[in-house]
């Protein structure tokens, strides 16, 4: 999930669209109230509150563009994986529903076939800012039925921060752009020889992580081994036992068995994530993070760990290909959007939240704020979102390199599979091979049968 820019004049608010709701329409909605109830995510760190200081600009400015309509902001302070559940249980009945929920675009189609959301198409068809949408960001928010299911806020994309201070110190180029995994780890060993009491390296693992571990962490390594590594669209069957995967596997059993990365009890711990933002980048105690393109908003002024620095201490490079082979470069994009629940009981109103929400402007405050990639082409064309993070070229640049996850009903249960056989190696209570093969079991159960044997056999 998300979680990077310097400080800078931020757009006006007072300048973004605003909506009628005479102008609203649409599929209609299970009810009339004056008040809609927003779900979304609100950081464990409890100094970052960008979504919840964003939300509040916005709800002000709806709510007098629109008198008598009300928006009540319901955070749900957990991390990522209890943020899914806990969302998904709201879902569930008509009395718990929200209006309008922050979704992940991995859960889509896991919750359509839940039951959980509704179609948004009868509203898109009549909004003229639906056709400044990139079309890949709106394949991400449409389902397996053809159908959209949310309104994407941004995208992101994944690779390597590492301090230059440190490489120096180490005598490791400050313009470091690794070609191969080896000379990601060969990196990280020479920090681990030269520089005692730093962490060389880190990579997210384990259950706690949750889809950090998955797609910022092993997916980064698996799109890098070779075609279709996790799951053979052709075939529509997931991939098992490929050798791609135990390599994965074998780099993760690596970082931690020769203590390249932080120590397991750490790296286990579902808050992880926010102490390697706020304490161990910014106070110079890790060295390489393997790590998405929002992470310098933690630093901001209105981040969890205030750093004005950063802009000259941290370094990006591309997470490499194995071995270096063709294009050399791997990236994993995800993102989220702003969907309606099936239960909903205020549809029309919450869809004229959304637009809101995703005005021009909005969106480019929103982006600037979260260190997030325009999914709008004007939103992109903006000169101050162009302006609003060093490395905002960089990241971008990696959009060509990048891999999704394949957005299917099953996968949440793969991503799980796939954390389960990462802690198994982690931790050293399975071999490469074996947490593979554990894997495959998983994913054949998981899938009913529906896999294709990677190793050939």
Known sequence: MKAHF????????SGSLIFSLAACGGSGSAGSGDTIKIAYQRSMDNKSRIMDNYLALVKKQFE???????????????????????????MRSPRTAPDLVYEDTFLINSDIASGYLRPLDNYLKNWPDWSQFVPTAKAAARAQDGKTYGVPDGTDTRGLWYNKQLFQKAGLPTDWQPKSWDDVLNAARTIKKKLPGVTPMNIYTGKAAGEAATMQGF??????????????????????????????????EKVFKEKLGPDVQDALDANFGSTVGTQLLPEGKLAIDLDGSWMGNNWTKTGGKPWPQWTQVMGQAAMPTQSGATPGKVSLSGGWTWAIP??????????????????????VEYDIRSANIAVRQDVAADPGYQKSMPGIDFFTGLV???????????????????QEAMEAVTTGDASPEKATSDYAAAVKSATNGAVVDGSGG
């Not at 997916?219 to 050798?243: C, D, F, H, Q, R």
């Open 64 to 90: 007098k563009a629109n008198p008598g309509k009300k928006i009540q902001l319901i955070p749900v302070q957990a991390s990522e994986n209890d943020y899914y559940s806990k969302i998904q249980l709201m």
């Open 219 to 252: 997916e980064m390594l698996l799109y890098g081994t070779g075609e279709n590594p996790l799951y053979e669209a052709s075939s529509k069957k997931w991939v098992i036992n490929g050798k791609g995967f135990s390599d994965s596997l074998g780099f993760v």
């Open 400 to 418: 060509k390199y990048t891999y999704y996850r394949p957005a299917l009903p099953v996968y949440p249960q793969v991503s799980t599979a796939i």
């Open 6 to 13: 310097r400080p800078i004049l931020l757009v006006s608010l």
């Open 342 to 363: 099936a239960k909903s009981k205020n549809a029309d109103l919450a869809w004229s939240f959304i637009k809101t929400l995703q005005s021009k402007a909005n969106a």
